[in-house]
Structures are given as C-alpha cells and as structure tokens.
T-cell receptor, first 113, second 112 residues
C-alpha cells in the first residue's frame, strides 16, 4: 500500500532549464509535505516543506506546489544546475508536529551540463 | 553542530550473526528516528524515541530487532540472527518537535 507515489523513477534536464518532480498521495489525512534530496553514500537532506494551508512555498531556486484536491504536489527547480543531480524523495505526514514521515520511492534527477 | 553520526558506515555479516549499529543525534534534538531503506525504495519508518522513551515501533520491526536510547542521548539498533532480507541501509535521524529531520549518512548492512 504505497501512500506516497513518485511515478517517475528518473528525469533528465538540461542545465539552466526547469526541473519538475511530481508526487501523488492517497491519504487525505496528510497535511504536511516535504522534499528531501539524497546524494550517493549520504543520508537524505531536507530541502523544502509545505503545509496544507498553503498551495505554494518558495525557497530560492526551489518551489513546492500543493494541489490538495488532486492530492498532488510538485517540486520545481529553476534554473537547474549540475549539482542538483541527486535522488529526490517526497514525504508526507498527518500533521506538522508528527514524528513519522511516509516517503515515496524517489526520482533520480540528472542535470546535463 | 556536528550533525547526526552513524557507526559503522558499512557492515558485512554472515547470516545468523547479531549486529549492532549506533547513532549519535544532534545534541539538542530530543527526537530520534530509525528508518530502513532498500534498493529502489524510499526510507521506511522503523521506530521513534522522544528522549529515552520508545514511543512507536513499526510492524517492520520484528522480534529480532531492538532499539534503545539510554539516557536520551545516543541510540543503538540491534538485529539478532540476521537474515539476507535484513540487507539494507539503516538511517538514523533526529529532530526538534515540529521541525524536519536531519538524517545521518546511514549504515549499510550486507548479510551474506
């Protein structure tokens, strides 16, 4: 029962262009969402989060969009840089103070120079 | 802030042996989590501590697994009678309440 789904296992984008990573969820109780980035041989690092009371959150080159009615969120990276090449995980939890995140299976982003 | 530290980084063990992993969280973080990640999957929740109290264990954590966090500081995860299916990356994370996790680099376990 995969409650958080990332249906694209991989994505290639040219340097300077926009990268769009998608995530779908099934549990309507989720109301806090996060994106983590993972380089090989390292643990995941927190990138950006969004609460369900918002539909957009921006941090520099990274923007997360949330569509609650569609149970869909996306991460936009503009402009994409080669150093952004990593695996990106979407995660969700029932409320922002909770302890347990449900992670998706990840999308491997490759930014081509 | 030295981050979350995990030891060892890699462990190869024979099936049936016991293994123990250690996690040192960020010092002011009172919450500590263990996750497991297998190839092609995202991290899966195993267990959670608030200070020294273990507040939840996933059904993924069979009777062969035990985690402790004495004195609310470092934590250990022990796997008894290891099986090949236990091969995975074991990730530790810590946080303050209401804040995102900081993960360690993980311990990669290979059971041969």
């Amino acid at each position: 029962d995969q409650q958080v789904k990332q249906n694209s296992p991989s994505l290639s984008v040219q340097e300077g262009r926009i990268s769009i990573l998608n995530c779908d969820y099934t549990n309507s109780m989720f109301d806090y969402f996060l994106w983590y980035k993972k380089y090989p041989a390292e643990g995941p690092t927190f990138l950006i989060s969004i609460s369900s009371i918002k539909d957009k959150n921006e941090d520099g080159r990274f923007t997360v969009f949330l569509n609650k009615s569609a149970k869909h969120l996306s991460l936009h990276i503009v402009p994409s840089q080669p150093g952004d090449s990593a695996v990106y995980f979407c995660a969700a939890s029932p409320f922002s103070g909770t302890y347990k995140y449900i992670f998706g299976t990840g999308t491997r982003l490759k930014v081509l120079a | 802030d030295t981050g979350v530290s995990q030891d060892p980084r890699h462990k190869i063990t024979k099936r049936g042996q016991n293994v123990t992993f250690r996690c040192d969280p960020i010092s002011e973080h009172n919450r500590l989590y263990w996750y497991r990640q297998t190839l092609g999957q995202g991290p899966e929740f195993l267990t959670y501590f608030q200070n020294e109290a273990q507040l939840e264990k996933s059904r993924l954590l069979s009777d062969r697994f035990s985690a402790e966090r004495p004195k609310g500081s470092f934590s250990t995860l022990e796997i008894q009678r290891t099986e090949q299916g236990d091969s995975a990356m074991y990730l530790c994370a810590s946080s303050l309440p209401g804040r995102g996790y900081t993960f360690g680099s993980g311990t990669r376990l290979t059971v041969v």
